[in-house]
């Protein structure tokens, strides 16, 4: 999700003023823009104002990736700096200027076209994407994957475009990554739910930090300080989520929420499921086909567990808008279920399937999924592990997708269009991941940390520092170290390659495609 959209009004630089300008399209880092003409007739009067909007031809593209964009009111802020009017007798309107009546000028054309304000600033270089928003050492709370009642503090060690690196809080000083999970992942909180939740939820010691041996002594003092010194997620990155999350997202009445960072419980969606309703979910432990689960503990108003009816040792934690449940009659309509094996299938007596209405719909969520599409799928999250899948069925929400590993193992699983663990084509190598490719297709790709590529690295560093040292021998000023490439974050668009010798080869001028 971009952080600026279209249709809304910001401030850029121009020969040393500032101009008011509508944003009419966003295209990853370039912006297409349009200068509010500013005309005061009489330099006399500085009343006497007036604006209109760029015609179609006075719109450009303003790169984010070398100049500064304002929030609308930048200039109001600033008492030195000055809007540029464009039309006027003289030069001295520049210097003699009523800002606040610019701004209600502009403020009514803003309303007459829709038009929204620009909140924030982005100095140059600054990524548009909400999921690059999120700074390493920014702190969440992190609800336990078995146990929603329980949590830790965790900080981000890395962020992948939405994918966060996230340590666990511990005695130990350097901070290791010890799970990941995509920014919007449910399990993630701001630091204070847990204070806010009225001692409903406490915090536990994750069992992988339980294993470094420190006494229980030291672990009750690191929970104390939650509590008497509680930590506090950036402000900064709650005001972005607040502010470009849906509205039904960001509504304290919401129903429907699937928002990471809520500021308290009562945000999340609250289920009516009972002990021993039976319904339909994909094998929390196969992820192959659905099965018919049984509501085995009702956790509280917004959680459940549910155990496979079969084998009631696997288990898993949902809420009322889990998409990995259904309704029993609705996954046998679609062909998710054997009605068959249903019918054959020991049920206890008090058992019942679940309603219709306790299950949220997801029919219309999630559109443009098409079998025969490729993507990247996660396969281990703390090894970075990305392999190809092919979508092979699309039932309403529920994808079929076939996932081949390097040995060219096909391996079919069934998965929520909405899953965390799906990206498109492309998503690994703008982030500087590779992607595990089958060997029959190995030679279509180009590995980032191939043998053969580290052996040429390692090479030019080995000449780089000898240069370095013959320049320091002679005591000449060394050369800054040449940057690596950086890695295209939060864009995945693949490389579009042009036929330089087809009809429309006239039509690609470098002034247009810049």
């Not at 604006?51 to 070398?66: D, F, K, M, Q």
């Not at 536990?204 to 420190?214: I, N, Q, S, T």
């Not at 002990?275 to 509280?300: G, N, Q, S, T, Y």
């Not at 079998?371 to 929400?397: C, M, P, S, W």
Request: aromatic fraction near 8%; hydrophobic fraction near 35%; glycine fraction near 4%.
């Amino acid at each position: 999700k971009t952080l600026i959209p279209q249709n809304s009004v910001c401030e850029v630089e121009k020969d040393g003023k500032l101009v008011i300008c509508h944003i009419k399209l966003v295209s990853g880092q370039l912006l297409n823009i349009g200068q509010i003409k500013i005309s005061q007739e009489n330099d006399a009067d500085i009343n006497n104002i007036s604006v209109r909007e760029p015609l179609p031809a006075e719109y450009c593209w303003h790169n984010l990736a070398t100049h500064h964009t304002f929030a609308y009111g930048h200039a109001a802020s600033e008492l030195q700096a000055q809007l540029l009017i464009t039309d006027s007798p003289t030069a001295e309107s520049n210097a003699k200027q009523d800002k606040v009546k610019i701004y209600e000028k502009v403020d009514e054309l803003m309303k007459s076209k829709g038009w929204t304000p620009l909140n924030n600033n982005f100095p140059k270089g600054s990524s548009l994407l909400l999921c690059d928003s999120i700074p390493s050492g920014t702190q969440f709370e992190l609800q336990n994957a078995e146990d929603p009642t329980k949590f830790w503090l965790v900080s981000v060690t890395e962020n992948h475009s939405g994918l966060l690196g996230l340590s666990n809080a511990s005695p130990e000083l350097k901070p290791q990554t010890q799970v990941r999970l995509f920014m919007d992942d449910p399990r993630i909180f701001i630091c204070g739910s847990v204070e806010k939740s009225n001692k409903r939820y406490e915090y536990k010691v994750p069992d992988e930090l339980r294993a470094l041996g420190y006494p229980e002594p030291v672990w009750k003092v690191l929970k104390s300080g939650f509590s008497n010194t509680p930590s506090e997620t950036d402000p900064k990155v709650v005001e972005l989520f607040q502010q470009h999350l849906p509205a039904s997202q960001s509504q304290a009445a919401t129903k429907n929420s699937n928002n990471s960072c809520l500021p308290s419980f009562q945000q999340l969606p609250r289920h009516n499921f009972q002990e021993k309703m039976l319904l339909a979910a994909i094998d929390p432990k196969r992820e192959d086909r659905f099965r018919v689960c049984i509501v085995d503990e009702v956790i509280d108003q917004n959680y459940f567990k549910i155990a496979l009816l079969e084998e009631p040792s696997v288990t898993a934690i949902c809420r009322r808008d889990s998409e990995t449940i259904g309704y029993i009659p609705w996954a046998i309509g679609i062909g998710l279920l054997d009605k068959e094996s249903l019918q054959n299938m020991a049920c206890s007596p008090q058992s019942k399937i679940a309603p219709k209405s306790l299950f949220q719909s997801h029919a219309n969520k999630f559109k443009g999924f098409l079998a025969g599409q490729h993507l990247e799928y996660l396969t281990d999250e703390l090894n970075l592990t990305f392999n190809i899948a092919k979508v092979l069925a699309v039932k309403e929400h529920i994808l079929k997708i076939e996932i081949l590993n390097e040995k060219d193992e096909r391996r079919c699983i069934l998965i929520s269009a909405g899953s965390r663990k799906i990206f498109p084509m492309g998503w690994a190598a703008s982030n500087s991941i590779n992607l595990k490719v089958p060997s029959s297709l190995e030679k279509y790709f180009e590995n980032m940390d191939s043998k053969e590529e580290e052996k040429g690295e390692e090479n030019l560093e080995i000449k780089k520092d000898e240069m370095q040292m013959k320049i320091l021998e002679k005591g000449i000023e060394p050369l800054p170290p040449t940057p690596s490439k950086p890695a295209l974050k939060g864009y995945w668009c693949p490389p579009i390659y042009f036929n330089h010798q087809c009809y429309s080869a006239s039509f690609l001028r470098k002034q247009r495609l810049e």
